[in-house]
């Protein structure tokens, strides 16, 4: 069956910095785009980022731009998201998922209807 399973989350200060990993398995890794989402009690879900197979193109919400960056390591079945000068707002559960590849989009794929397979989510808490 396949699994999403993610790491790295916690508890920081606000301008505090977190790396979360998500390694896949049961699926063709590199046959998959990735992303991650998170949801923060009574907010909606919110696309965050993804990266397309190969890891050569990638999107942010504007809510993360700059300071968010999202990479993939194929030979690890393994994606990333590396976060900087972190900020209360970004206190959520974090999703890891997988989907179908990008072919000749027209928007950044941050919905997460279009995505088959999501981990269990890990914490992040920014205190101020």
């Known amino acids: 069956q396949v699994q999403l399973v993610e790491s790295g989350g916690g508890s920081v200060q606000s301008g505090g910095s977190l790396r979360l990993s998500c390694t896949a398995s049961g699926l063709t890794f590199d046959n998959n785009a990735m992303g991650w989402f998170r949801q923060a009690p009574g907010k909606e879900r919110e696309g965050v980022s993804c990266?397309?197979?190969?890891?050569?193109?990638?999107y942010y919400a504007d809510s993360v731009k700059g300071r968010f960056t999202i990479s993939r390591d194929n030979a690890k079945n393994t994606m990333y998201l590396h976060m900087n000068s972190l900020k209360p707002e970004d206190t959520a559960m974090y999703y890891c998922?997988?989907?179908?590849?990008?072919?000749?989009?027209?928007?950044?794929?941050?919905?997460?209807?279009?995505?088959?397979?999501w981990g269990q989510g890990t914490q992040v808490t920014v205190s101020s």
């Open positions: 990266i397309s197979r190969s890891g050569g193109t990638t």
């Open positions: 998922v997988a989907g179908p590849p990008f072919l000749g989009l027209r928007h950044a794929p941050l919905e997460g209807g279009r995505y088959n397979y």
